[in-house]
C-alpha cells in the first residue's frame, strides 16, 4: 500500500501510513515487522533527498541514518524479546 502512495506522488501519506504500521508492530511487539517498516522509512527517505534542492537534502540523509538505525535495533530486539519470552 506505502509503495503505492509512493508511485502516486502521496509521499506525505506513504510515511504516514508506514509510521503508524511501525508504532502498531512496536506496541504489538513485532520488532521483526518494525524493523522492515523502520527501513522501508529510510529508503523513502533516501528517494527524497535524490529529488530535493540541496537545502533539504542534509534533513533527509539525517533522517535516512536514523531510520537506518532504528531499523537494526529493532531487527536485533527481535531475537532478544523472542529469546526472554519462550
Known amino acids: 500500500m506505502d509503495l503505492a502512495f ?3 506522488g502521496k509521499i506525505s501519506e506513504a510515511i504516514k501510513v508506514l509510521n503508524q ?3 502498531n508492530a512496536i506496541n ?3 520488532f521483526n515487522d ?3 517498516y523502520s ?3 529510510s ?6 533527498a535524490r529529488e530535493s534542492k540541496a537545502s533539504k537534502v542534509e534533513k533527509y540523509l539525517v533522517k535516512f541514518k536514523d531510520l537506518q538505525i532504528k531499523a537494526d535495533v ?3 530486539y527481535h ?3 523472542r529469546y526472554i519470552v519462550s
Open 6 to 8: 509512493h508511485k502516486a
Open 21 to 23: 504500521l511501525t508504532n
Open 28 to 30: 504489538e511487539h513485532r
Open 34 to 36: 518494525a524493523s522492515y
Open 39 to 41: 527501513w522501508i522509512l
Open 43 to 48: 529508503m523513502q527517505c533516501l528517494d527524497l
Open 74 to 76: 529493532y531487527y536485533a
Open 79 to 81: 531475537f532478544i524479546h
